[in-house]
Each structure stands twice: as structure tokens, then as C-alpha cells.
């Protein structure tokens, strides 16, 4: 069974830094491209980052050149950092693979705010 956990989050000024990281389990890791998404207040959810098996990364334009996404298929765990946060990034994140799976894991609050 697919089980995704985003522990971390929380809040941050303007211009700060967050990690969050994500535990996948019951899936095949290392062989799947996985992703992070957001969804903010009256949104629907979009992809922000994608890292594929190989390596491959991309990022939608709202978040390119401030935020990394990186894996480490030793612990099943997907990353992205955030950095220069900015007042709309403020959502619910997740992740998931690329495509998604039907399961979602519960996601985590991040809010920029002065």
C-alpha cells in the first residue's frame, strides 16, 4: 500500500528557507519520478518540482530558480527546498509521483508571512 508522509513545514518570513522532506513507502522508489505540489486556498492542486529516476528536474516558472528538488533513494525520501519564500507560496504541500498515485498523503502547511 502507498503511504507518503511530508513531516516539516511551518511558517516563515518573507524571503526565508524551508525543507521539507517526504517518506514514500510500498512503492517502487528509486524507479519512479516523484514530485511535489501545492495547493493553495481556493486552488486546485498543481506541480510545482518533478526529479525523475534519472535525474531530470523541473519546475513550474512560479518557483524556478528558488526552489531544489532532490531524493535520496537509500531512504525512500523526496526534498525540496525553498528558498527567497515569497507571500504565494504560502499552500499545502505534497508529494507524490509524477503522475500521482490515488493516495495522498496529508500534506504540510507552508505559510510566508511578515
Known amino acids: 500500500q502507498v503511504q507518503l508522509v511530508e513531516p516539516g513545514g511551518g511558517s516563515v518570513q518573507p524571503g526565508g528557507s524551508l525543507r521539507l522532506s517526504c517518506a514514500a513507502s510500498?512503492?517502487?522508489?528509486?524507479?519512479?519520478?516523484m514530485g511535489w505540489y501545492c495547493q493553495a486556498p481556493g486552488k486546485q492542486r498543481e506541480l510545482v518540482a518533478s526529479?525523475?529516476?534519472?535525474?531530470?528536474?523541473n519546475y513550474a516558472d512560479s518557483v524556478k530558480g528558488r526552489f531544489i528538488i532532490y531524493r535520496d533513494n537509500t531512504k525512500n525520501t523526496a526534498y525540496l527546498q525553498m528558498n527567497s519564500l515569497k507571500p504565494e507560496d504560502t499552500a499545502v504541500y505534497y508529494c507524490?509521483?509524477?503522475?500521482?498515485?490515488?493516495?495522498w498523503g496529508q500534506g504540510t502547511q507552508v505559510t510566508v508571512s511578515s
Open positions: 510500498g512503492i517502487a522508489f528509486s524507479a519512479v519520478a
Open positions: 507524490n509521483g509524477v503522475p500521482p498515485y490515488d493516495i
Open positions: 526529479l525523475t529516476s534519472r535525474g531530470m528536474r
